[in-house]
Structures are given as structure tokens and as C-alpha cells.
């Protein structure tokens, strides 16, 4: 387990949620910031704050080479080839927007097939609707085993010749399911088709290397991985982002303008029209710093360590069902318990607080798939501790308790 002190660097972790001492275990909606990543946009604010890439001044200078440095550390952080490769977003539902915007414009035509799985967030699924919809292609979903997972063999199944995109979460933020993205990049691309991997919950837990992945486009947020709201990253491969047009015209992004034509920038900045969010840059820098000097193997030791101890601690609550495999999973716990809806589940623990998260979870065909309307969330990060995932049985149990014949 990693040690007690990273505790005391998240702030907000010190109070007390309505007479009791907070127990933050909603994570997967968004992660705490240490006080590194606190001073870091303290620190912009009051000394660096300019525009970027304009300037010629010392402030200018300054903020274009903060927010360049955390592009670098971004490139290094998932082991992107080349800074070219990171395109700055307000998190993966941009990035994913831009790929089924612009890549999939150029390459979709009628007939074509869009594969994804029943386990994916809306971010990346209503994009790919839209995309067949403007294309006349059609989506076809890889079918889900029994706790969830999915199988090479029905990757192999579903993914044709036709198949242009495949688009994939790493780790389901409903299942805690870690898909096995190297072996499904290898079947897409045996059948020429490109790869988009929805990052959001495995970049904050677990070591990334797009290069070893071979996956073709890399979406990630800033704000589940310790950092700022508001910034996250689209990483693609030099050679198809270069053949993409932007997505978003204006200032920044351009090379030459005149009344009637005009020029792109050369990667990355031709998808990055306007101001872009410096200090979250800047943010998101710090908070690779922090996790990095943690390390990515000691954080996802943890967090499987601790969901493996919740595992056990929670199945043993009569009436509790839990959803997702029981290995091979993400740190995080996705359960209902009896008959109680999960908000008033929710309610119940906030108010002796315990921070979960209940409802679709932006996973409305998943919650069908589940034959539920919706879920409780415990999800787990490196701050937490068999303590707070104690309190969390403990409070269930009252819960059960509390309410009693609606139990079962």
C-alpha cells in the first residue's frame, strides 16, 4: 500500500463531511489535486499569466514555455513518440469528438463499420452515432461475456474488412473491466482498420505506452489523474493527425490567412484554435510530476490491493450484488444493494461521509445490458486506504439496516 503521507498532500482531504471525517471515494468522477498541483496554478496565476505563442515579452515567454513543458511531460508521461503527437483538449470527450469529427469524416463511407462494446461511456459512443449517421456507416458492438469482459475471439468475430474505426475504453468506469487494447490494436489493424482508445480511468491508474499499445489515437483527462478540470489530451499518430483537418477555426491554429483561404499550423497546433487552457496545462504538468515521482506500478499495486480488500470485505454484505469481474479490474467497486435505489444509497452514506457516486454512470446501454436502471460507484485512488473501505462497509450495513424490508 502506498504509504500514509500522500495523504496529507490533498487538502481537501482533511474535513469533515457532516460530522464525520470525509471518506472520498468517488474518484473515477474526478480525482482530489495535491498541493502540488494546488501551487502549481497558484504559482502561473500570480507570476506567469499571458497568452502564449504571441508574446515577445518576459511574461509570454514564460507562460509558452510552461505550457509547451507540459505538453513534453504529457508526450513522455504515455510514451507518445514525438511532443507532435499531443494535442491539448478540455478532456476525452474532446479528443474523442475531434478523432469522429475529423479522421472519421475522411475515411467513413457508406458501408463501412464502426466497432465498439456495450461497456463504453456516452462520451465515446454518441460521437460514433453521429458519425455513422453523417457516413452511412454502420456501428457493430463486440458482445460482452458474462461478468463483462470481452473475448478475443469475439473481437476476431466482429472486426471485418469493413471495419474502419474501432473505439474501445481501457477500463470500463462501470466494470472496472481492463480490456486487453495491444491484442484487439493487432486484430483491427490485421484488417486495416484504425484504433481510438477511450483513456480516461487507466491513465490516472496504470502505466501507458501508446507506442506498445499500437493503438492509433490516445484520449486522456487532466482532472481523473490528479489534475485540473478543463484540460486533457488527444494523442494520435503523427501520420493521420497530419492528414486531418481542424475541427475549430480561428486564431492560433492558422499559418496564413487571407479574404478567401486560408493555412494550418503544423501538429500540433492547427488543432488548437484559440486560447488554450494554459494554467490547466500547466496544472496537469504538475500533477504528471506528482504521479510520476508516486510511480504508475506502486499506484496501480495499490488500487488493485485495495479493490481486491473491498471485494472481499463487500460481497460478504447480504444483499449486496456486485458488477464486473472479480480479477482483472481497475480500482474501482460498482454494487446495489437489495432493493434500495442506489441514490437513496448514496444519501444515506454522504450523510455519514462517504462520497460514492450513483446513478447511469453515463452508461445507459451497459445499465440495460446489467438489467439496471442504475448503480452505486465506489471508486478508489491512491489517497485511499482499508480504512476508508472499512467505514464504507460499515456504513452499507447501517444502511441495510436503516432501511430495513427494502432489503432483498
Known sequence: MISAE????????????????????????????PIQVI????????????NVHRG???????????????????????????????????????????????????????????????????????????????????????????????????????????????????VSNVLGVINPIKEIAAIAHKHGAKIMVDGAQSTPHMKVDVQDLDCDFYALSGHKMCGPTGIGALYGKKSLLNNMEPVEFGGEMIDHVDLYESTWKELPWKFEGGTPMIAGAVGLGAAIDFLTEVGMDNIFKHDVELTNYALDRMMQIPDLAVYGPTTNRAGLVTFNLGDVHPHDVATVLDSMGIAVRAGHHCCQPLMRWLEQSSTARASFYLYNTEDDVDRLVTALLKTKEYFGDAIG
Not at 39 to 50: P, Q, R, S, T, V
Open 56 to 170: 515577445v515579452h518576459t511574461l509570454g515567454s514564460r507562460a509558452t514555455d510552461a505550457y509547451e513543458g507540459a505538453r513534453a511531460k504529457v508526450a513522455k508521461f504515455i510514451g507518445a513518440a514525438s511532443e507532435q503527437e499531443i494535442i491539448f483538449t478540455r478532456g476525452t470527450t474532446t479528443a474523442i469528438n475531434i478523432v469522429a469529427a475529423s479522421f472519421a469524416e475522411s475515411v467513413l463511407r457508406e458501408g463501412d463499420e464502426i466497432v465498439l462494446t456495450p461497456m463504453e461511456h456516452h462520451s465515446n459512443l454518441i460521437p460514433w452515432q453521429q458519425a455513422a449517421k453523417k457516413s452511412g456507416a454502420t456501428l457493430k458492438y463486440i458482445p460482452l461475456q458474462p461478468d463483462g469482459s470481452v473475448s478475443l475471439a469475439d473481437v476476431e468475430n466482429t472486426i471485418t474488412d469493413r471495419t474502419k474505426i474501432v473505439s474501445i475504453v481501457y
Open 39 to 50: 501551487e502549481a496554478l497558484k504559482h502561473y496565476y500570480e507570476w506567469d499569466n499571458a
Open 6 to 33: 500522500i495523504r496529507e498532500l490533498f487538502p481537501i482531504l482533511k474535513q469533515e463531511v457532516n460530522g464525520h471525517p470525509l471518506v472520498y471515494l468517488d474518484s473515477a468522477a474526478t480525482s482530489q489535486k
